[in-house]
């Protein structure tokens, strides 16, 4: 296994703009990513802060008691202890297999940077990854993509969507085991298939949500790392969380103003607008009969989107005391709450986290706090062996098979093999069928309307026969070198399938079935820079 890096980054827009610290956004955050200080005056800044440590370990340490590997992981909570800990956060939903693999990068980053800024600072860092079990859009996580050997196809979970919480739906053990043998099928057999059949399916029987599914395979995957895995949704990290939601209602008005102040000027330095959402937003969700529902907030009235019901402040401010594992929160709130609860040295963001985040600062002074320092997280695409052969062999770039080129490099490479001008002849062929059809169609016009479409759907007839015989002609020459040309729809396919970046398509199953159960872990002891250049994993 070998690691390089390679930069393959936009060189203008927000992302860029954010790592190179440019000055128009610097209002948009409290420490700037350039400032080599800024992990150093994070921690002083959480010196003068308290949370509530010890009603947080003692719940981290009853969820981790029902994972498998939690020796590791019982260490890190215990650090928490230490008012002098701080954490390394960044979360993701409960996807099947983990979803997509940079969810797994996200864990990486985490667990690494809080290593590094453990050495750095002299202070406890531990990495918390924040399982978004709150969220409600299943069609997000109920599917993965797997490939047939020559195309990615959708294989989803038939599941029936009832708008509760993923800590709260149900997974259907059943039907998941019938869909994972589906999903397995397609995987090519190594000397790992089998063992990681029977060591997911194992898993599975022990899971009764899809947060439950998920933890546990981030547990097995990231067992010897001591992540710390927090859902969001647990009724008693609810317990805890009480009074900051009573805080964000009784400010509701101002958080209000407070959003719409910072998506405004994030929008008009002309990033767009990444929330973008309705002034009466209150910025939280209430359960009600199982389904989570938008909380929203006008004229004095908190109203129950969906419903009828309609609420005072001081009304739901009593719900929230008596049950505040039925309210939960949005994308604006959801980071507020993290910043209030833990000890954030750094949040660790993906691109479209970093865009939403820049919008919030006004949202943190609202409550006397500062955002904290934000660390894009690491982006990989993993180099099957046989793909890395073809492509070093016949001396092709990786920056243009990543950047979706390899098709424009498939055409050039069967004109420069082929000698036949099929779109010089053609393209002269059709100019020529089209002057010489206007003297018809003027004749036709002239001597009737009707004849006059009609001489018009005859040249596009004549035309579509010529892009036909073109079509043909090309195909003859792409079936006479198909070998050849197969090379480079698989590693576009491998590379960047579907038009994407591999690491929003592939999930970490496929990648341990090709390279092993610790792939992941051997991933992680090569020489990562902790930088937001891209890495090529070679397997």
Not at 184 to 205: N, R
Not at 229 to 238: E, F, G, I, V
Request: hydrophobic share 40%; charged share 30%.
């Amino acid at each position: 296994m070998e690691v390089k890096e390679m930069d393959i980054a936009a060189k203008s827009g927000f992302l860029f703009d954010y790592l190179e610290g440019h000055p128009s956004i610097g209002d948009c955050f409290d420490y700037s990513q350039t400032d080599n200080e800024r992990f150093k005056k994070r921690v002083r800044d959480l010196k003068a802060r308290s949370f509530p440590r010890d009603a947080l370990v003692e719940h981290l340490y009853q969820t981790h008691n029902e994972l498998p590997y939690n020796d590791a992981v019982k260490q890190n909570i215990e650090k928490l202890l230490d008012p002098q800990t701080v954490a390394v956060v960044g979360g993701q939903q409960a996807g099947l297999l983990t979803g997509p693999l940079y969810t797994v990068y996200k864990a990486m980053t985490i667990i690494l940077l809080a290593k590094e800024q453990e050495r750095e600072l002299d202070v406890p860092v531990v990495p918390i990854f924040w399982v978004a079990g709150e969220d409600h859009d299943l069609e997000e996580v109920r599917f993965v993509y797997t490939y047939n050997g020559s195309a990615w196809k959708k294989a989803g979970l038939d599941i029936v969507d009832n708008k509760q919480s993923l800590s709260n739906t149900d997974l259907p053990v059943d039907k998941v085991s019938k869909w994972l043998d589906d999903v397995f099928k397609t995987l090519p057999e190594t000397d790992y298939t089998e063992g990681l059949i029977a060591q997911i399916k194992g898993y599975l029987k022990n899971s009764h949500s899809f947060v439950d599914f998920f933890s546990i395979l981030m547990n097995w995957l990231f067992k010897d790392e001591g992540l710390i895995l927090l859902d969001s949704d647990h009724p008693a990290l609810r317990k805890v969380e009480t009074d900051y939601f009573m805080a964000m209602v009784d400010q509701v008005e101002e958080l209000q103003k407070a959003q719409a102040e910072g998506e405004k000027r994030f929008s008009g330095k002309g990033y767009g607008d990444p929330i973008s959402t309705d002034k009466e937003n209150a910025h939280l969700f209430y359960t009600v009969k199982n389904e989570r529902k938008r909380l929203d907030y006008k004229d004095g009235s908190f109203y129950v989107r969906g419903t009828d019901i309609q609420l005072s402040k001081s009304e739901l401010v009593d719900l929230i005391t008596k049950h505040p594992e039925h309210f939960s929160n949005n994308v604006v709130t959801r980071p507020l709450m993290q910043e209030m609860l833990l000890p954030v040295l750094t949040f660790v963001a993906g691109p479209g986290e970093l865009r939403y985040w820049a919008t919030l600062k006004p949202v943190f002074t609202l409550f006397n706090l500062k955002m904290p320092p934000l660390t894009p997280r690491m982006q990989m695409t993993i180099v099957p062996r046989h793909v890395q052969r073809w492509v070093e062999e016949c001396g092709y770039s990786y920056e243009s098979l990543l950047t979706g080129k390899a098709m424009d490099m498939k055409s050039k490479w069967l004109d420069a093999i082929e000698s036949y001008p099929i779109e010089e002849v053609v393209t002269k062929a059709e100019q020529s069928i089209r002057d010489a059809h206007k003297d018809i169609q003027l004749l036709a016009n002239e001597m009737d309307d009707t004849l006059h479409k009609l001489s018009q759907k005859n040249e596009v007839m004549i035309l579509d026969q010529l892009d036909f015989i073109k079509r043909k002609l090309e195909l003859h020459l792409e079936q006479k070198h198909s070998k050849a040309l197969s090379k480079f729809d698989e590693a576009d396919s491998w590379l960047y399938p579907l038009k994407r970046p591999q690491e929003r398509v592939i999930h970490p199953i496929l990648l341990l079935n090709l390279a092993g159960y610790d792939a992941i872990g051997r991933i992680m002891k090569q020489k990562l820079s902790l930088n937001p250049t891209h890495k090529l994993v070679f397997l």
